[in-house]
């Protein structure tokens, strides 16, 4: 079986059950990806959208940042407020043990992990610097952002109506009242999956952003071919 990016040691086992439930196609790895994943994760959901929503929001350090920045890469977004006392924290830990399975092997470059804040008023910048400490997040290939100051105090929590999740403020407390679901957008952009809740399997996340770096690879290996052929011919 032809394996292009390998996983981390840590998943090693549980990837290797993975893919005998994911034989290779006579095409490439990733082939009918989707459809397997149902079958294995029933938190799963495809999107399988031309784009995935874009956003120009800000960082702690108030440097501009946008989805698009991470086009050669595979991103792994989910929203958050710091405050949020039961959710927001498992969930931010849930994508910190993913982050630190696919940091262990050569995925690190190629995958960029983001958090946006849904309360930007009460997120300062020396909240969202914190945040990454608090949770195990690895600053290298996550970032945590905000709204820019141009931007409404609602301007986050639209981006996460664009991805299909509200927060829904509540009248008698600080708290909202929000669903846990981790995107997943492929590179070059596509909106590629959900994965809902905290019961997914973390294995099946990081086999599923490494079957879409294969897909990436595999389509760049054939544009290559096609361009030599018809180079020739020209």
Not at 112 to 124: G, L, M
């Given at each position: 079986?032809?394996?292009?990016?390998?996983?981390?040691?840590?998943?090693?086992?549980?990837?290797?059950?993975?893919?005998?439930?994911?034989p290779?196609?006579?095409?490439?790895?990733?082939?009918?990806l989707?459809?397997?994943?149902?079958?294995?994760?029933?938190?799963?959901?495809?999107?399988?959208?031309?784009?995935?929503?874009?956003f120009?929001?800000?960082?702690?350090?108030?440097?501009?940042?946008?989805?698009?920045?991470?086009?050669?890469?595979?991103?792994?977004?989910?929203?958050?407020?710091?405050?949020?006392?039961?959710?927001?924290?498992?969930?931010?830990?849930?994508?910190?043990?993913v982050?630190?399975?696919?940091?262990?092997?050569?995925?690190?470059d190629l995958?960029?992990?983001?958090?946006?804040?849904?309360?930007?008023?009460?997120?300062?910048?020396?909240?969202?610097?914190?945040?990454?400490?608090?949770?195990?997040l690895?600053?290298?290939?996550?970032?945590?952002?905000?709204?820019?100051?141009?931007?409404?105090?609602?301007?986050?929590r639209?981006?996460?109506r664009?991805?299909?999740l509200?927060?829904?403020?509540?009248?008698?407390?600080?708290?909202?009242?929000?669903?846990?679901?981790?995107?997943?957008?492929?590179?070059?952009g596509?909106?590629?999956?959900?994965?809902?809740?905290?019961?997914?399997?973390?294995?099946?996340?990081?086999?599923?952003?490494?079957e879409?770096?294969?897909?990436?690879?595999?389509?760049?290996?054939?544009?290559?071919w096609?361009?030599?052929?018809?180079?020739?011919?020209?």
């Open positions: 079986m032809q394996l292009i990016v390998y996983l981390t040691r840590r998943a090693a086992l549980a990837t290797f059950a993975a893919t005998i439930a994911f290779a196609s006579a095409d490439h790895p990733g082939e009918n989707d459809a397997r994943m149902f079958e294995m994760e029933p938190y799963f959901q495809a999107i399988d959208a031309a784009q995935a929503p874009d120009e929001l800000q960082n702690a350090e108030g440097n501009p940042v946008r989805l698009a920045d991470f086009s050669e890469r595979v991103v792994i977004l989910h929203f958050i407020y710091a405050n949020c006392p039961d959710i927001c924290p498992l969930h931010a830990e849930k994508i910190a043990a982050q630190a399975s696919i940091n262990d092997g050569p995925m690190r995958v960029q992990f983001i958090s946006i804040t849904t309360d930007p008023v009460n997120d300062t910048p020396d909240v969202l610097r914190d945040y990454a400490d608090r949770h195990g690895d600053p290298s290939n996550w970032v945590i952002l905000t709204k820019r100051p141009d931007q409404s105090d609602d301007a986050t639209l981006v996460a664009d991805y299909g509200e927060f829904t403020t509540t009248a008698d407390s600080d708290m909202m009242m929000h669903g846990a679901v981790t995107h997943v957008v492929d590179i070059g596509r909106f590629a999956a959900k994965f809902h809740g905290m019961d997914f399997k973390n294995v099946n996340l990081i086999l599923y952003v490494s879409l770096i294969n897909n990436a690879q595999h389509r760049r290996r054939e544009r290559s096609w361009d030599r052929v018809t180079g020739v011919f020209q």
